[in-house]
């Protein structure tokens, strides 16, 4: 009896020259490609089967779909819990918009807030599998802290690179994890962090968690396993909504990671039979830096960078999108959107109204919404699936506003209390 292999991945294929390399730490891109000076990112291909079909109809838990994701040794997982985050129905989001209905996917309730537990889930197993001791990435907040957890649960260094405007928040939640924390002064060329992290995987052994380094030119460095654990969100949004995927799900971007993950785990439920079409893909973006935006509109193939102004949706400043999130979101005929700042307040207040308290970056898949409903792409009969990818209370600088400090003082008297009411 042949047993069944943990994962049902096969090898790393580079989606610019076509040619596979066996699975590996290949943080350095494809290997055929960088022999003759250009950049080749690389996927993780599978070999799916009828019992992996079956499988993800009764999945749960994270996990439980461990067939479809790139970790081949079970013994190298550590899991905080990630996934299986609730599907909200946003009735009346739905009837403004004038669709069917609209669901939020919280991923705000992943174990260090934020969906990037899933990618760093992933990743850390990955480095562990493959005998690596530390794990590194940049980040603007919710990547550092989330691969700080996960090293620590897997018992692994981890050191964060962070941007000089890095919120103490976030610095302080690193070390809470045991991890480095460090702030990288800004260069004037720039791109002096993407040779940074070269020279710490090649001359120091770390492990890069991110696939998308800001600034890379061509994507040539990177870690390609990581988003493979965004492909859940798909594969859990498709069982909450009992087997039916919706027309639109609609995502926020910066690096593009997510988006792109996502978009791979809808063509693994059309691949195995269990949907007939895979959503339209929403990128939104904060109209101060727009990258994957403005690709779409010039319908251009690759990513320019673009200047970046300041935005409250701090998890989605990033010069340059990858090309993998501009691809989906041409191959699903879907759509990129700019918000601007006014757009991004507005739906994040709403969001409040409503209960849920989600990062601006994620206020900009409602924004989009309005946007897309008030332009008439939307149908009557079509579902839409926003994802809350963040929790407000990562960033608390977003509540220090005029409103906070106008909060009544007032002595313990039923009169003063009515008198504010
Ligand atoms: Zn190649």
Not at 247 to 252: D, F, H, K, L, R
Not at 291 to 296: D, F, G, K, L, T
Request: glycine letters at 10%.
């Amino acid at each position: 009896v042949t047993r069944r292999p943990y994962s049902a991945a096969t090898a790393l294929v580079c989606t610019t020259c076509g040619q596979s390399q066996p699975l590996g730490p290949a943080l350095l891109g494809c290997e055929c490609c960088r022999s003759v000076g250009r950049a080749g990112a690389l996927a993780v291909a599978y070999a799916p089967d009828a019992e992996d079909a079956r499988t993800l109809r009764q999945a749960r838990g994270f996990w439980s779909t461990h067939r479809l994701l790139p970790v081949a040794d079970p013994g190298a997982v550590a899991s905080l819990g990630e996934g299986e985050t609730p599907l909200l129905p946003l009735a009346a989001i739905a009837r403004a918009c004038g669709v069917r209905d609209v669901h939020i996917k919280m991923e705000s309730l992943n174990p260090t807030l934020s969906y990037k537990d899933r990618t760093n889930a992933v990743a850390v197993a990955v480095a562990r599998q493959f005998g690596y001791d530390r794990v590194c990435c940049t980040s603007s907040g919710n990547h550092g802290v989330s691969l700080a957890a996960y090293a620590a649960a897997a018992g692994l260094r981890s050191l964060v690179l962070f941007p000089p405007d890095a919120p103490p928040s976030v610095v302080a939640e690193v070390r809470h994890y045991g991890g480095t924390p460090v702030i990288i002064e800004p260069e004037p060329q720039g791109g002096s962090v993407v040779s940074l992290l070269e020279r710490l995987h090649r001359e120091d052994g770390w492990f890069l968690s991110n696939r998308n380094a800001p600034q890379v030119t061509g994507r040539r460095f990177g870690n390609p396993f990581g988003l493979e654990g965004y492909k859940t969100i798909a594969y859990e949004l498709w069982r909450q909504r009992d087997g039916v995927l919706p027309e639109w799900c609609v995502v926020p971007v910066g690096g593009g990671d997510g988006l792109a993950g996502v978009w791979r785990g809808f063509q693994d439920l059309v691949r195995l039979g269990l949907a007939a079409a895979a959503p339209r893909m929403v990128a939104c973006q904060p109209a101060s830096g727009a990258s994957i935006v403005e690709a779409w509109r010039g319908r251009l193939t690759t990513v320019p960078p673009v200047t970046v102004a300041p935005t409250a949706a701090l998890s989605l400043i990033d010069r340059r999108s990858g090309e993998h999130a501009l691809r989906a979101v041409v191959e699903s005929g879907g759509r990129a959107v700019a918000l601007d700042e006014a757009a991004i307040q507005a739906a994040g207040g709403e969001l409040g109204r409503l209960g849920l308290s989600l990062e601006p970056s994620s206020a900009t898949t409602l924004a989009a919404l309005w946007e897309l409903a008030g332009a008439s792409v939307l149908g009557p009969a079509d579902s839409v699936v926003i994802l809350g990818t963040g929790a407000g209370l990562r960033w608390p600088a977003t509540y220090a506003d005029a409103r906070v400090r106008d909060v009544p003082r007032v002595p313990a008297t039923m009169e003063a209390v009515l008198s504010v009411l």
